[in-house]
């Protein structure tokens, strides 16, 4: 006799997941992405009970952060590609998943779920229980810079060399992959959100301006850049003034914030260049011709190809759709799980 789980698997949407820091998307086959919302819960503090009868998740919860009275706050609860408060990791998770399903219950869907490659046995412990309590009947995770090579449309399993570069919110995640192997990695967490803290302090230290993280966010979209712009512009930004404590509002120009956003980026740099040293001599020269990917939304920062072709002396390129790779290299890895299983680990695997 068939069990429950089994039938309510076949009836369920199985999906690729990039659980990010920052946005979480969630990936169908034959439909593409399906999902694109901020990784943001709304909570009671008191409680921990998800505002809004559990519907305060992604788009809506974002809208409240730094603008939450005293009992309620807003979480982003991955810091640095990993899950910093599980029980909100799975409440969201939960959301999602029943959310593109479009029903709430009798879900059991296999998820495939990218991560980055630095983490450890118990943080990939944690995204394993947050997944399989929200709902997942089967859970599957594969590095983030293997799940993007592959969402970017690069043959990954061939015995040929492809780097690349995934830039997410919390973490930036470099690799050779050969093989559909790794053959050389480095994960550093210096990614969109370092970007974020870092304009946040230059406004405090410069223009003795406090802003929050989604106008600094606003900035880095709208001025950042890491080589001189053809024409140089500014914007308007707002905040609470450091001595006195009331709103003020300064201009900010893209030149100062290109100077703010270099530190972080050459952090990043550094790592790329550390992972082409450990690279085989073989494999090395493939990437002379193949050159870098640059995938997720760091990748979108202006001039970072260029940048990076002129400090690591190969060809860069920024992927198509590159904030979509890693959700749509999960899907891939998912319609082909019999061919990827070596290279997938499960919770069978703990």
């Given at each position: 006799m068939?069990?429950?789980n089994?039938?309510?698997g ?5 999906m690729g ?21 901020p990784s943001?819960?709304?909570v009671r ?7 809004m ?6 788009h ?7 603008k ?8 982003r609860?991955?810091?640095d590609?990993?899950?910093a408060?599980?029980?909100v ?6 959301y ?58 690069l ?7 492809h780097?690349?570069v995934d830039?997410?919110?919390g973490?930036?995640?470099i690799?050779?992959?050969?093989l ?19 304009i ?8 003795n301006?406090?802003?929050g ?17 053809a ?14 404590g009331?709103?003020?509002a300064?201009?900010?120009?893209s ?11 050459m ?14 001599p ?5 990437l002379?011709?193949?050159g870098l ?6 990748a ?8 990076l ?11 198509d ?15 082909h ?14």
């Amino acid at each position: 006799m068939l069990g429950l789980n089994y039938i309510l698997g076949l009836l369920s949407i199985d999906m690729g997941i990039d659980l990010g820091t920052a946005n979480t998307l969630v990936c169908v086959r034959g439909e593409g992405v399906v999902l694109d919302e901020p990784s943001v819960v709304a909570v009671r503090k008191d409680t921990g009970e998800v505002l809004m009868n559990g519907m305060a998740v992604g788009h809506a919860a974002k809208d409240m952060l730094g603008k939450t009275p005293a009992g309620i706050r807003a979480v982003r609860p991955l810091k640095d590609g990993v899950i910093a408060d599980f029980d909100v990791t799975e409440a969201m998770l939960h959301y999602f998943i029943m959310k593109v399903h479009n029903r709430r219950f009798g879900v059991r869907p296999r998820v495939v779920i990218g991560v980055p490659s630095g983490i450890t046995t118990v943080e990939k412990q944690a995204v394993f229980n947050s997944a399989e309590r929200a709902g997942a009947r089967q859970v599957f995770l594969i590095e983030e810079p293997r799940a993007a090579g592959l969402g970017a449309g690069l043959p990954i399993q061939e015995p040929n060399a492809h780097m690349i570069v995934d830039i997410g919110g919390g973490t930036a995640d470099i690799a050779v992959t050969s093989l559909a192997e790794l053959v050389s990695s480095r994960s550093v967490r210096v990614a969109g959100d370092k970007f974020d803290d870092a304009i946040v302090e230059h406004m405090r230290r410069s223009h003795n301006l406090y802003i929050g993280s989604q106008t600094a966010e606003r900035i880095k979209i709208q001025l950042g850049s890491v080589v001189p712009m053809a024409e140089e512009v500014s914007l308007e930004v707002k905040g609470r003034d450091v001595s006195v404590g009331r709103p003020r509002a300064c201009m900010v120009n893209s030149a100062e914030i290109r100077e703010v956003l270099l530190a972080p980026v050459m952090k990043i740099v550094a790592a790329v260049i550390e992972c082409l040293e450990e690279t085989p001599p073989e494999l090395s020269a493939d990437l002379v011709d193949s050159g870098l990917v640059l995938t997720g939304g760091g990748a979108l920062l202006r001039g970072l190809a260029p940048l990076l072709e002129r400090e690591v002396g190969l060809p860069a390129r920024v992927a198509d759709d590159p904030m979509s790779c890693v959700a749509r290299g999960t899907a891939i890895f998912l319609e082909h799980l019999d061919r990827y299983a070596s290279i997938l680990e499960s919770s069978d695997d703990f």
